[in-house]
Every structure is written in C-alpha cells, then in structure tokens.
C-alpha cells in the first residue's frame, strides 16, 4: 500500500484560521487565496485536507457550532425554560463578541448577499439555523408539558421570538455595538417573558 506524504501543517489551527476568514467575509467573499493564505496551506494541500471550498465550509460551520456556538446545544439542556432563553441570548451576546475573533455571528454573516455561487452555503446556513430553532421548539414543548411555560404559550412562537431576538443581536455586533449595549437589548427581551 502506497501512502502520501504526511501533513505538514495542524489541521485544526488551519480550520480555525478558514474560520474566521469565512465568518469575516461570508462564503461568497471568501476568496481560496483568502483562506489558503490564512491557513497557511497551498490549495492542493486545502483540497488534499479538507475538500473543495463547500466542503471546508462544512467542516468550518461544524466547528464553529461545537465552539463558539457551543452555548445552543447548553442552553437546550437547561433546568427551565426560562433558562434556556436566558442562555442562548446571553451565549449569542457573548459569541458575537468574542475578543480576537470576528464579530456578529458566522451563520448570519456567512448567508448574507450570497449569489448563485454560494447557493450552497446559503442552504447549509438556512437549514443549520432551522435545526438550532427547532431544537429549542422541542425544548420549549416539553416545558409547556411540563407545566413550566404558562398554558396557551407557542413554543414555535416563543422559539421563533428568541432567534429574531440573538440574530438581530449578531446583526448590531457586527455593527458594532458593544457587549454590554447587546447586554442591555436581553435584558429587555427577557422581559417580555412569560409569566
């Protein structure tokens, strides 16, 4: 069996660095130039590692849901639902402005002003938010269950409410409106709880 030469770069800072490229530019702004350069590896190599560019995009949004979107799948996982909603707009506070990395949220800034070219990603965007909403659906149905959301509340509605509430807080991180403004915006969503 004939085997290639070993990687001589580390796969997981490389994957780190294409994340960033593509939650700084998009998928569609993201030039291979782009990433190869920040990842520090030829194209061959990219390709080699990690396939073509949809491919790496996949890998780079996998990885940015186990890292700095790690706090949805914490936040289904609380005691109440009040507390599920408290830390998914706090995580998505947190996540939007994370010191050295880019700000706003890559699944917002990675769909934004796509063409036919990044119809793909925009798709793999559309349906990976969807699972995060619908997570938190199921989450919110069974506190209602439960007795722990007030009868006749909407969980899809309540759901929905919270998405509006943590993409539109991407939206004014990346426009730069710092953390403890973005604080602030929660904490007046959170008022509009159910009681």
């Not at 080699?48 to 491919?55: L, P, S």
Request: charged letters at 25%.
């Amino acid at each position: 069996m004939t085997r290639g030469r070993p990687r001589s770069f580390d796969a997981d800072r490389a994957l780190e660095k294409a994340l960033d490229v593509f939650w700084c530019q998009g998928y569609e702004g993201a030039a291979l130039s782009d990433l190869t350069e920040a990842m520090g590896i030829t194209r061959t190599s990219m390709y080699a590692a990690y396939g073509n560019k949809e491919q790496l995009f996949r890998k780079v949004l996998d990885r940015y849901g186990e890292g700095p979107a790690g706090y949805l799948p914490e936040a289904v996982r609380k005691p109440t639902a009040r507390a599920v909603a408290e830390h998914l707009l706090r995580g998505a506070v947190l996540a939007t402005t994370l010191p050295g990395r880019p700000a706003g949220c890559l699944s917002v800034q990675g769909a934004l002003a796509t063409g036919r070219p990044g119809e793909a990603a925009h798709k793999l965007l559309v349906e990976w938010r969807k699972r995060g909403e619908q997570r938190v659906r199921e989450r919110f149905q069974a506190a209602l269950d439960e007795g722990d959301l007030p009868p006749g509340t909407d969980p899809a509605a309540l759901a929905r409410y919270l998405f509006t509430v943590a993409y539109g807080v991407a939206v004014q991180a990346a426009s730069g409106v710092p953390r403890d403004r973005l604080q602030e915006t929660v904490e007046i969503a959170l008022r509009a709880w159910p009681a």
